[in-house]
């Protein structure tokens, strides 16, 4: 979403434009900007022209030089790690690395990596203008690395990082491709079952005009359905679930609702999926940077921008601005209301204790642990309701196609 900040700075007005999930975050990003403004005003406004022509045109572009798999390029961060630690420049290594990899992309970035570093600029410099191909938590390690001088170990952590979140999500697609599959045959023999079935029976129903029991009507009118308008129906279905993922995917308001709905109570086993996975990453990249030497408020920026779900990501984003209200990290994270008491107190004592790091870890192997114990049992959990579609599913052909037959000996009977 997209806001218009009027701000008052060294006695001048001004209006700027900036996008951001809400408002506070829209103003918080003005003040971080120009310390001095003082926030007058923060409305909602729509997304500038200019601002349009340019997204389009980046997609269009993104579009055609092709997408990078994550297994690609994780492959050249860990190339870069081994041969840094080797000693070779790391230019020497941006340009064996663009000349070994197969993606078109990965290669076009980083032959231009090699050029700005030859004219002189740092690596953290050089690869900024990739944030979005390569993610906050590149963009971290590579300034850690910078920082401490050890960038080939800041390059190992940050391989296994994301080597991690890949299997994860990895884990969780296989997991779901049995229900889905059986989901979708389910639907495919129902569809058979009324268009073979169905019309077999529809002469004979339709023949004594008796009055026919609400399962049969049912099934008669999805075989009508599916006969006289089943292209229109399946196109229908298509532009439906394209127009979700095109809306999802370039509007703000419908994604963070989507969002919200996502991680609601309501539903089932997708809402633990969702959170569990967006705690486990923000705390496993918050973890790693605090053990690494990043500043507290630097590294929470940097592992917030890990949390996809915009819903939980705006709980997120008010730890940040509470730590500079001069709150501890401990309440910071409570005022959320997303941790458990018990991985507060944890918190609590590594901020007491001065290993923090350490406490992350133990609440980052907590969400690990519940988020591995859905995946593994992911079709148990499933079971009941696929069960309850199938029961659902052959009560309604029997109920649909018997009924009936048994109101027809009466009707015979009294025919005759």
Do not use: C
């Not at 949390?307 to 984003?317: G, T």
Request: net charge positive; charged share 25%; hydrophobic share 45%.
């Amino acid at each position: 979403m997209h806001y218009e900040v009027t701000v008052i700075e060294r006695g001048k007005r001004e209006t700027k434009i900036v996008e951001a999930p809400n408002k506070r975050a829209a103003s918080a990003k003005v003040k971080r900007e120009s310390p001095r403004a003082v926030v007058v005003k923060t409305v909602e406004t729509a997304m500038p022209v200019d601002d349009v022509i340019k997204k389009v045109l980046k997609d269009l572009g993104r579009f055609t030089k092709g997408k990078i798999r994550e297994e690609d390029k994780i492959a050249t961060i860990r190339q870069i790690a081994v041969m840094t630690d080797a000693g070779i420049p790391i230019h020497d290594t941006l340009k064996d690395v663009a000349h070994n990899t197969t993606n078109k992309r990965l290669k076009e970035i980083y032959h231009k990596l090699a050029a700005d570093i030859n004219a002189g600029k740092s690596m953290s410099q050089a690869i900024a203008p990739y944030t979005e191909e390569f993610g906050h938590i590149a963009m971290a390690m590579t300034n850690l690395g910078e920082k401490t001088g050890n960038f080939p170990e800041s390059y190992h952590k940050l391989a296994d990082i994301l080597e991690n979140i890949r299997e994860n999500r990895a884990k969780f697609k296989k997991a779901l491709r049995y229900p889905l599959i059986t989901l979708t045959a389910m639907a495919i023999a129902f569809v058979i079952l009324i268009m073979v079935v169905v019309p077999k029976f529809r002469s004979i129903f339709e023949e004594f005009h008796a009055q026919l029991p609400l399962p049969t009507r049912i099934l008669m009118g999805a075989e009508y359905a599916f006969s006289h308008y089943g292209f229109y129906l399946l196109f229908g279905l298509v532009v439906f679930i394209y127009t979700l993922i095109f809306l999802y995917k370039n509007n703000k308001k419908f994604k963070y609702r989507m969002d919200e709905l996502m991680v609601h109570p309501r539903f089932y086993l997708i809402n633990r999926i969702i959170f569990l996975s967006s705690m486990y990453n923000y705390t496993l990249v918050f973890g790693e940077l605090v053990r690494a030497g990043i500043p507290v408020s630097e590294a929470l920026d940097t592992a917030v921008g890990m949390v996809s779900n915009d819903y939980i990501r705006e709980k997120l984003e008010i730890v940040n601005a509470n730590i500079g209200r001069g709150m501890s990290l401990t309440e910071a994270f409570e005022q959320t209301g997303l941790f458990e008491n018990m991985l507060l107190q944890m918190i609590k004592a590594g901020e007491a204790s001065g290993q923090l790091d350490k406490m992350l870890q133990k609440v980052t192997d907590y969400y690990d642990m519940r988020f591995q114990d859905i995946i593994d049992n992911l079709s148990s959990y499933i079971e009941p309701i696929m069960l309850f579609f199938i029961a659902g599913l052959v009560l309604l052909m029997a109920l649909g196609i018997f009924l009936p037959m048994w109101d027809l000996g009466q009707v015979v009977h009294n025919n005759g």
